[in-house]
């Protein structure tokens, strides 16, 4: 018996944001198609060079992605709305991208489309990464495109690596995609033919094996799912290569007979967020298939405990053949530890990136198929390294859990009903109908974050560096007054990311230099380090709201990330339930936001984005989650008084299917994201009769693209489709962080005469 490593996918992004950087360039005109298409293959060739350096065995290709995996399908698969056709029918990178990022119609990028919105864009199962949503319409052909599955194997082949290519399975894909006008699986025999034709090639050009992912898998199924989960394996497995079919981000549970009947090759478990469902695998699972075990989280940088792990795979690995693996892909971890020159030294021993995992498989491969003697002092060094974690006196801190433990039910309430409080914040802030606001930061222009490296450098000195932000901050709020904002924001120019600016300064989180991971695109973050109990050593955003508020009349919210985001998009101390840091999160967000109501703030935004993602992936377990979680944020506002407006903001999500705890949030006006989507969204609050006021986006901030007026009142007539006049603000979708003054200005004057357009009708 023999035991092999395969990595499910590496990192796209280069260990420093090569891809990023590279497409950046191209779409700035800096660069052309060829250059950016360089860059991608030689991101790839380091890729496949250091996971085989690594000691892989299983090397993965058609895992990177110029820009998001499932668009890659929905692309391959010939699934190209009729707005971003072409006159010529070709469907070529102008396509793509205009499909990911929505076009000006002056592009630079070659593409012909004219102005068009982006793609809809929500989050990949319960992760912060965000894929394009695919479309079918009545009517349309689906044919293959050029195939970049077969493109990239070949490439490797060349180079001299054999690679197990991925493909997203057909009934994940169709369960991701929405239907106009019709149902998406009344394309499954069209989307199965494809496929087979996809197989068939990948076979002619060689692959022995394709990894076919199918996360569908640990959802619940309905009976389409499951009829075509049967039909398409039944013939997909008679088309060439060998499958291993994929499941990742929790257990197979009541589809795991379902899923070891089907006719494949081999097959994938998480046993990282489901490892109790081992033994029940292995026991349906058949002798001929071959097991893949996700055994390293793909999703934290935690260190494995490897003797642990050993003790439980060797009596397996004694009797059958088995793969070693992630979890999942590796896409939602760092590059690698070894670029942390400044990360705590203690921290760092505790940590697992990308490369790190790869060399924790290959040292239990090594262990399992030489004896754990060929590698007694690694493993001793690894063990030694999750002991110093759990005695770790910083993990720990008594006032924190005293404090968790003395909370009371009443924290949680606050001391009226919405309806309520929503006439004594009207007799405050006195605002006009369909108020006008943005989400909180401002554009991060190259001077901002040139002058924040040289500050982190040394180069520029603390009252120098306050200063240059004091400066940007009065020039944003001066504007926001000359453009007619009705609430003001003071741009967050001292912000380097939302929760990393918090995490920054609360105690228990540690941060990387280059610990940066994809969300989507080029957009890429650096998720803190919750490593041990949290607490707010002192104010964290008092004084710049008070510095912002001192220079006008209109009222400036106060800006802070909720409690279930800063946990959501962070990575998480897995030695404790995500509850208990929640709450412990969820006070030190409380005392910043009473901080804000006794300097004097009127409005206090307590972002969070991330409260759909953490949803659980199974239905019976969402009550619980959702319980701790609208507590949590519940703690983290009630503490303020009727007259204080407590705001909210959630982007990039389906909602629809918890709006009775959104309701039970108890905020009093939520900001959310619909104008990809057309105000769809709106139809569930509206049936929902949500209390509160809600500001659906009218302004994409994910694409570079400028809406005008009338695109802006013509989304708001939607929205007063569903909603009554006195509910409704008009805001952008997100915050334009990420945007250039350029497009910001046209966009946000445009907003304010849409305002006022609906006010004078």
Request: charged share 25%; with cysteine.
């Amino acid at each position: 018996m023999t035991v092999s490593v395969a990595t499910l996918g590496f990192p796209r992004i280069g260990p420093r944001r090569e891809l990023k950087h590279a497409l950046e360039a191209f779409w700035s005109g800096k660069t052309n198609e060829s250059e950016l298409l360089e860059a991608a293959a030689g991101l790839r060739t380091a890729g496949w060079a250091r996971q085989k350096a690594l000691g892989t065995d299983w090397l993965p290709s058609n895992d990177f992605s110029l820009y998001d995996h499932v668009l890659d399908t929905s692309v391959m698969l010939g699934a190209i709305p009729e707005r971003y056709r072409s006159a010529d029918g070709e469907a070529g990178l102008a396509t793509y991208f205009a499909m990911a990022r929505g076009t000006t119609g002056d592009d630079h990028a070659g593409c012909s489309h004219g102005s068009v919105t982006a793609c809809e864009m929500t989050k990949w199962f319960d992760t912060n990464y965000h894929y394009l949503v695919p479309e079918l319409a009545e009517g349309q052909k689906l044919a293959l495109n050029r195939l970049k599955i077969v493109d990239e194997y070949r490439e490797a082949r060349a180079q001299g690596y054999e690679t197990r290519p991925v493909l997203l399975g057909p009934v994940t894909w169709l369960s991701l995609a929405k239907g106009r006008g019709v149902d998406p699986f009344d394309a499954l025999d069209e989307v199965l033919g494809l496929y087979a034709a996809i197989l068939g090639q990948l076979a002619h050009a060689g692959a022995e094996w394709v990894q076919i992912d199918e996360p569908v898998l640990v959802l619940d199924l309905d009976e389409k799912q499951r009829r075509a989960l049967t039909r398409a394996y039944a013939r997909l497995s008679r088309s060439g290569p060998k499958l291993m079919l994929t499941t990742y981000f929790g257990g197979l549970g009541d589809n795991l007979a379902f899923a070891a009947a089907l006719p494949v090759a081999g097959l994938h478990i998480d046993l990282v967020r489901a490892p109790e469902q081992l033994d029940a695998v292995l026991k349906a699972a058949p002798r001929s298939l071959l097991l893949s075990l996700g055994v390293v989280d793909g999703r934290n940088v935690w260190r494995a405990d490897l003797d642990a792990l050993l003790d439980r795979i060797a009596p397996i690995a004694a009797t059958r053949d088995l793969v070693l693996a992630p979890s999942c892909s590796l896409l939602h971890v760092p590059v690698d530890l070894a670029l942390e020159k400044k990360l705590d030294a203690e921290v760092t021993e505790w940590l697992a990136f990308a490369v790190q995992k790869v060399e924790e498989l290959a040292l239990l491969k090594r262990a399992l198929n030489d004896g754990r003697a060929s590698v007694s002092e690694e493993l001793a060094r690894a063990a030694q390294a999750v002991a110093n974690r759990k005695a770790s006196p910083r993990v720990h801190n008594p006032a924190v859990r005293s404090r968790v433990a003395d909370v009371t039910e009443a924290m949680y309430a606050r001391a009226t009903d919405i309806a309520a409080r929503g006439a004594a914040q009207a007799a405050v802030l006195g605002l006009p109908a369909y108020p006008t606001t943005t989400i909180g930061s401002f554009p991060q222009t190259g001077e901002v974050r040139n002058a924040r490296a040289r500050f982190n450098r040394g180069e520029l000195d603390a009252p120098a560096y306050d200063a240059f932000l004091r400066a940007e901050t009065e020039r944003t709020i001066r504007w926001q007054e000359e453009v007619g904002l009705d609430m003001l924001v003071h741009g967050e120019f001292e912000r380097n990311d939302m929760v990393q600016y918090f995490g920054e300064q609360l105690a228990g989180f540690a941060f990387t230099t280059n610990g940066w991971v994809q969300s989507y695109g080029s957009r890429c973050v650096r998720p803190p380090i919750l490593y041990g109990d949290v607490s707010r050593p002192q104010p964290m955003t008092v004084d710049w709201w008070r510095y912002a508020q001192s220079l006008t009349e209109k009222p400036v919210k106060g800006m802070l990330t909720g409690p279930v985001t800063i946990l959501n998009w962070s990575f998480v101390r897995d030695d404790q339930p995500r509850a208990d840091s929640c709450r412990q999160i969820a006070l030190a967000i409380r005392d910043e936001v009473t901080d804000l109501e006794a300097a004097g703030c009127k409005a206090i935004q307590i972002d969070e984005a991330a409260l759909r993602e953490g949803l659980p992936l199974r239905k019976r377990d969402w009550n619980a989650y959702l319980a701790w979680a609208v507590g949590a944020f519940r703690l983290s506002a009630a503490g303020v008084a009727d007259a204080t407006q407590i705001h909210t903001h959630m982007c990039y999500s389906e909602f629809n299917d918890i709006l009775p705890a959104i309701g039970a949030m108890d905020a009093d006006v939520i900001s959310i994201e619909t104008a990809r989507s057309q105000m769809e969204l709106l139809e569930g609050f509206a049936a929902y009769r949500y209390p509160g006021a809600i500001g659906p986006g009218v302004y994409d901030i994910h694409a570079p693209r400028v809406p005008g007026e009338s695109e802006m009142v013509a989304l708001m007539r939607l929205a007063q489709a569903h909603l009554r006049p006195d509910q409704l603000w008009v805001n952008p979708d997100c915050g334009l962080k990420t945007r250039k003054w350029e497009e910001v200005k046209p966009a946000i004057e445009a907003m304010v005469a849409a305002a006022r357009t609906l006010r004078a009708a």
